[in-house]
């Protein structure tokens, strides 16, 4: 019989083999033991480090010390700045039926439990470019904290101010206004909604791209401070652009005896701004029965608020406007009408009451000044204006 012999691979000797496998198996234990060795070399001194570190400056600062190393994403505030810090961002995702609801919290509770400087909002209804801009930031300049800007215009314009600019990133969300239509009275509300999100305001004051101070901001911010009423125009015009414009539709929330007219530039306290954003009574009579050649934005705020504060509004408005030239519209100002002789127009024959007192201080604010304005009211506001 044949013995079967099994192939050899080529290049192996199977002896070698054997011998390199004893080796293998002999290595193995060795390096385990080598490797449980330094682990359990590692344990002790970490051990005893952690002893000699408990004793010397105690378990709880051990704590403290890994606990500090955590830092959260995000830091949300818990306490009471939550509710008073005005928003940092006035861009938001709110809608128009969002944010007049937001706006209306109010505190039932009249101190505050914080101190509180009460700041004038000045609200900017424009087109777009604000030509004034820098007779207003002189008229600003040094009073930060004390006012506040926020600036409705079509919502395709991009304003490029600069960051030092107090109108810098004070857009607010806007939409299409047109005049003499219901859409002006909501870019309004819109305006004064987003301006009661900061706590902090406290009178509201409604201006154009060609709307100037006629005073340094001192005596305007005391005078509307000390004022017992708002700044709003109300008056009953029998006549044809008055009463001639109601609708009967409008009973029984107005009635003809209620109807007013008035200025659309206007100033409210901080009670009338949540009255006005929180209307759902009279808004839709006005949104429906009062269209051109009725002129929403005369009558809607003017008879609203003689319903219902009629003795908390002056019944006049604060910004001067020259009807003269007749139209329309009220006359506009060029460069070539700022001389000596304007000013002295301007502030002459004022005569109102203020506080139920006889007053010549009436106006405030004034009305509509060109582009071409600018450089001479920059020239000539130290010695007439006051800033």
């Given at each position: 019989?044949?013995?079967?012999?099994?192939?050899?691979?080529?290049?192996?000797?199977?002896?070698a083999a054997a011998v390199n496998r004893t080796s293998q198996y002999k290595a193995m234990p060795l390096r385990l033991l080598q490797l449980f060795v330094l682990f359990l070399a590692?344990?002790?001194?970490?051990?005893?480090?952690?002893?000699?570190?408990?004793?010397?400056?105690?378990?709880?600062?051990?704590?403290?010390?890994?606990?500090?190393?955590?830092?959260?994403?995000?830091?949300?505030?818990?306490?009471?700045?939550?509710?008073?810090?005005?928003?940092?961002?006035?861009?938001?995702?709110?809608?128009?039926?969002?944010?007049?609801?937001?706006?209306?919290?109010?505190?039932?509770?009249?101190?505050?439990?914080?101190?509180?400087?009460?700041?004038?909002?000045?609200?900017?209804?424009?087109?777009?470019?604000?030509?004034?801009?820098?007779?207003?930031?002189?008229?600003?300049?040094?009073?930060?904290?004390?006012?506040?800007?926020?600036?409705?215009?079509?919502?395709?314009?991009?304003?490029?101010?600069?960051?030092?600019?107090?109108?810098?990133?004070?857009?607010?969300?806007?939409?299409?206004?047109?005049?003499?239509?219901?859409?002006?009275?909501?870019?309004?509300?819109?305006?004064?909604?987003?301006?009661?999100?900061?706590?902090?305001?406290?009178?509201?004051?409604?201006?154009?791209?060609?709307?100037?101070?006629?005073?340094?901001?001192?005596?305007?911010?005391?005078?509307?401070?000390?004022?017992?009423?708002?700044?709003?125009?109300?008056?009953?015009?029998?006549?044809?652009?008055?009463?001639?414009?109601?609708?009967?539709?409008?009973?029984?929330?107005?009635?003809?005896?209620?109807?007013?007219?008035?200025?659309?530039?206007?100033?409210?306290?901080?009670?009338?701004?949540?009255?006005?954003?929180?209307?759902?009574?009279?808004?839709?009579?006005?949104?429906?029965?009062?269209?051109?050649?009725?002129?929403?934005?005369?009558?809607?705020?003017?008879?609203?608020?003689?319903?219902?504060?009629?003795?908390?509004?002056?019944?006049?408005?604060?910004?001067?406007?020259?009807?003269?030239?007749?139209?329309?519209?009220?006359?506009?100002?060029?460069?070539?009408?700022?001389?000596?002789?304007?000013?002295?127009?301007?502030?002459?024959?004022?005569?109102?009451?203020?506080?139920?007192?006889?007053?010549?201080?009436?106006?405030?604010?004034?009305?509509?000044?060109?582009?071409?304005?600018?450089?001479?009211?920059?020239?000539?506001?130290?010695?007439?204006?006051?800033?």
């Amino acid at each position: 019989m044949q013995q079967r012999v099994m192939p050899l691979e080529e290049g192996k000797d199977p002896g070698a083999a054997a011998v390199n496998r004893t080796s293998q198996y002999k290595a193995m234990p060795l390096r385990l033991l080598q490797l449980f060795v330094l682990f359990l070399a590692l344990c002790v001194t970490f051990a005893v480090i952690s002893i000699y570190t408990i004793r010397h400056f105690g378990i709880y600062n051990v704590m403290d010390t890994v606990k500090s190393s955590f830092q959260p994403c995000l830091e949300e505030p818990n306490g009471l700045e939550r509710w008073t810090r005005p928003p940092s961002n006035l861009i938001h995702t709110m809608n128009d039926k969002e944010l007049l609801w937001r706006a209306t919290f109010a505190s039932r509770i009249k101190q505050y439990p914080f101190k509180r400087v009460p700041k004038i909002a000045f609200m900017f209804l424009t087109k777009g470019p604000m030509p004034l801009a820098p007779l207003w930031e002189k008229f600003l300049k040094g009073h930060e904290g004390f006012y506040s800007i926020y600036v409705h215009s079509l919502p395709s314009f991009e304003p490029n101010f600069p960051p030092s600019s107090a109108f810098f990133g004070r857009q607010v969300p806007s939409q299409i206004s047109e005049w003499g239509r219901m859409s002006m009275c909501d870019a309004e509300r819109r305006l004064l909604a987003n301006a009661l999100l900061d706590i902090s305001n406290e009178w509201f004051i409604l201006l154009s791209e060609s709307c100037i101070p006629v005073y340094n901001f001192s005596l305007i911010y005391h005078y509307i401070a000390k004022s017992k009423y708002s700044f709003t125009g109300a008056f009953d015009d029998p006549g044809p652009y008055g009463r001639g414009r109601y609708n009967t539709n409008m009973a029984p929330e107005v009635n003809i005896t209620q109807w007013r007219k008035g200025s659309q530039w206007f100033e409210v306290n901080r009670k009338l701004a949540i009255n006005i954003v929180q209307d759902t009574t009279f808004y839709p009579k006005f949104e429906k029965f009062c269209r051109p050649a009725c002129y929403v934005d005369e009558h809607y705020f003017p008879t609203m608020l003689t319903i219902e504060a009629s003795n908390q509004i002056a019944n006049r408005s604060i910004t001067w406007v020259d009807w003269s030239r007749g139209g329309a519209h009220p006359a506009t100002f060029g460069g070539s009408d700022i001389k000596e002789e304007f000013f002295k127009r301007l502030f002459e024959k004022q005569h109102c009451t203020y506080n139920n007192k006889n007053s010549t201080v009436c106006f405030l604010f004034a009305r509509k000044f060109a582009p071409s304005s600018l450089e001479p009211l920059l020239h000539m506001s130290t010695k007439f204006l006051g800033y």
